[in-house]
């Protein structure tokens, strides 16, 4: 599971150099665990978050965060707060799983400032990228975090293999030719089929290759050509995949793409990955 967050993680916090594109793309996510012995895991877990005295623990857990020096603490750290309050509310909904997992991704392009906004899961939230900084925006608590950055290299034993099909599909009225991406991360194979198309000749994707969260993940690679519109990730722990449902050029404000000034610096539950 950890190398489909991963993933996930990296589609996130990858910024758009955008010739003249401004407007929003949406993508649906999907992923499943495919794993045997870590779906076995995960039931035995949701199995135990389930039991009447786990149960018990959770809502004294739920008090405790109302303490004013808990409060205190968590407020150092609002993105592990916020990923506590999804799990524990995941755990109480019976669907563990599926509250740590995205459902929508919504990136917002004006000029070469990029706002990504995950729905749903513990990524939940927006992530700035402009051409100085990479930042996470909490709302909801009026705070910012810094992104790590990607280094863009790939050691040797780590370097993508790239393979372009014949095959093809239409998404969304665009012809799209097949890619096959397989790389290694951490001696397990992944193995990514982008689906992409020469139609947007207004979004260049240059900077994706220059950016990457961990090795081997990335958004597009060296000898892929056009913008992806699906993406299929799968590895032996389980798949994503990610799909553009919907591509509309609009003007965009750009308050949107600035931390509102009152907003305070946090460290981040990524802050220590550079």
Not at 173 to 201: A, P
Request: hydrophobic residues 35%; glycine residues 8%; aromatic residues 4%.
């Amino acid at each position: 599971m950890k190398n489909i967050i991963i993933a996930a993680f990296a589609l996130a916090t990858l910024s758009l150099n955008a010739q003249s594109f401004e407007g929003t793309i949406k993508w649906s996510m999907k992923m499943d665990i495919t794993d045997p012995a870590m779906k076995a895991k995960m039931a035995e877990g949701q199995k135990q978050m389930n039991d009447p005295a786990t149960q018990a623990k959770m809502k004294e857990m739920q008090e405790k965060m109302k303490d004013p020096q808990f409060k205190a603490m968590m407020e150092q750290n609002p993105q592990m707060k916020a990923m506590m309050e999804k799990a524990m509310q995941g755990a109480s909904g019976g669907d563990m799983m599926g509250s740590m997992m995205p459902k929508q991704m919504i990136v917002r392009i004006k000029g070469a400032n990029t706002l990504t906004t995950m729905e749903g899961g513990m990524m939940a939230g927006d992530m700035l990228h402009t051409p100085d900084k990479s930042v996470r925006i909490d709302r909801e608590n009026k705070t910012y975090s810094l992104l790590p950055s990607g280094n863009g290299q790939h050691n040797e034993d780590t370097k993508p293999t790239v393979t372009k099909t014949s095959e093809t599909k239409s998404i969304l009225g665009h012809t799209c030719t097949k890619y096959i991406v397989t790389s290694s991360e951490h001696n397990m194979e992944v193995k990514v089929s982008l689906w992409t198309t020469t139609d947007f000749k207004d979004i260049d994707l240059k900077a994706f290759s220059q950016q990457r969260v961990g090795k081997g993940q990335s958004l597009t690679y060296e000898g892929v050509d056009g913008v992806p519109l699906r993406i299929e990730t799968a590895t032996k722990q389980g798949n994503m995949v990610m799909e553009v449902t919907d591509i509309k050029r609009e003007s965009l404000n750009a308050s949107l793409f600035t931390v509102p000034s009152d907003y305070k610096e946090t460290q981040g539950m990524f802050g220590g990955m550079r």
